[in-house]
């Protein structure tokens, strides 16, 4: 309900020097900030009863969240319904929202879109959003990637950080138009600043991997770190391989070892993949076949074909484990490695087992393919 929050908020400043009749509108909304709902219900109430289209909009806003009254979706839609009639944008906004998802009235993403489009063409900033999300996803409307990108484009004109920061993916991955990253670092900066940790992690990784933008490893690292303070895993993990290799700075492994740790166990398994190839190689850290073979299991049953892969080696060295040539085959074969190196040496694994344990094998692999399909 936050985003209803923000439109009373902005629909009450629309009133400043209205005289008085704003200025009871103003009391009604003090009292909302004072939390004396009942305060403002009544005050908004009289406003709307007298045809105030933003004080009925609000005291739908009311209804639809039981403050100051009891709760009823029912009374929340008719007083957004005149709201709306009168042409009144957040009013359009919040009685789409309802329909679009099914708040006292039967679900209809067809009228959500058209609500939501009048509402938008008005400027409605969260408006604006939920066209350009209807768009992409083809709900209410045809799916359509150039309107979705009009409109989260407009949205993200307004500042809104999401919109910036997917318009950057757009762009970046040249969703429904050509690739562009230097349009997309733009929109990824936007939101960057303004604190959003994706797009912190997105215009790191383009100034660290761009392949048509001006590299900038200095600029990946600042940001890297932006979003290691917010707790990114993904951030961490980026980070811990730009130390692990020494890519614009240092190489320093315990560094990259203590990355990896923090996101591997904050569930990344990428992350769970590389410290436990650390554990492996003891880099960063003493050596133990041990903990490699935890870390490089749990990559490994959440899917992550290098964990798979690597997995199975540690299988056939018998390292943090007893030697399996049959639970090596299998996670070797189920990673499904294009590697032609790695290939050779599956097909070396192949040939220590007997024809049941490769059927066994082969049995597994199609069980667990199932298994992920449901």
């Given at each position: 309900m936050k985003i209803f929050?923000?439109?009373?908020?902005?629909?009450?400043?629309?009133?400043?020097?209205?005289?008085?009749?704003?200025?009871?509108?103003?009391?009604s909304f003090d009292a909302f900030g004072r939390k004396d709902y009942a305060g403002a219900f009544t005050g908004f109430k009289k406003l709307a009863e007298k045809g105030n289209a933003n004080a009925q909009s609000n005291l739908g806003w009311l209804y639809q969240n039981g403050l100051g009254v009891v709760a009823s979706d029912q009374q929340a839609i008719a007083w957004y319904k005149k709201a709306s009639d009168q042409g009144f944008a957040s009013g359009q906004l919040k009685l789409g929202w309802m329909y679009d998802h099914g708040r006292g009235v039967a679900q209809d993403k067809k009228r959500a879109a058209v609500l939501y489009l009048k509402a938008a063409e008005q400027g409605e900033l969260d408006a604006q959003f939920l066209m350009g999300e209807m768009y992409a996803r083809g709900e209410g409307v045809a799916k359509d990637e150039q309107r979705s990108l009009y409109w989260y484009t407009k949205a993200a004109e307004q500042g809104d950080v999401v919109a910036q920061s997917i318009v950057g993916d757009i762009y970046a991955h040249g969703i429904g138009i050509a690739k562009n990253e230097a349009l997309a670092a733009s929109w990824y900066l936007k939101a960057a600043t303004q604190g959003d940790v994706a797009a912190q992690v997105n215009l790191a990784y383009l100034y660290g991997n761009g392949k048509n933008f001006t590299r900038d490893h200095q600029k990946a690292l600042y940001w890297y770190n932006k979003a290691v303070e917010q707790n990114s895993k993904e951030a961490m993990q980026n980070l811990g391989v730009m130390y692990l290799q020494g890519i614009g700075v240092p190489k320093d492994e315990k560094k990259a070892f203590s990355l990896f740790s923090k996101a591997a166990n904050l569930g990344h398994l990428a992350a769970q993949h590389s410290l436990g190839?650390?554990?492996?190689?003891?880099?960063?850290?003493?050596?133990?076949?041990?903990?490699?073979?935890?870390?490089?299991?749990?990559?490994?049953e959440q899917g992550y074909p290098d964990g798979m892969y690597n997995l199975g080696t540690l299988h056939?060295?018998?390292?943090?484990?007893?030697?399996?040539?049959?639970?090596?085959?299998?996670w070797m074969k189920l990673?499904?490695?294009k590697n032609e190196g790695q290939l050779k040496v599956i097909d070396s694994i192949e040939k220590q087992l007997t024809t049941q344990q490769r059927s066994n094998a082969l049995d597994n692999i199609r069980v667990w393919k199932l298994k992920v399909e449901k």
């Open positions: 929050f923000k439109i009373l908020i902005v629909s009450c400043a629309m009133l400043a020097g209205m005289g008085v009749y704003a200025q009871t509108f103003q009391e190839m650390m554990h492996f190689k003891g880099q960063g850290t003493v050596q133990d076949d041990k903990q490699a073979f935890y870390w490089l299991k749990k990559s490994a056939a060295l018998g390292r943090g484990t007893h030697r399996d040539y049959e639970e090596a085959y299998f990673a499904d490695i």
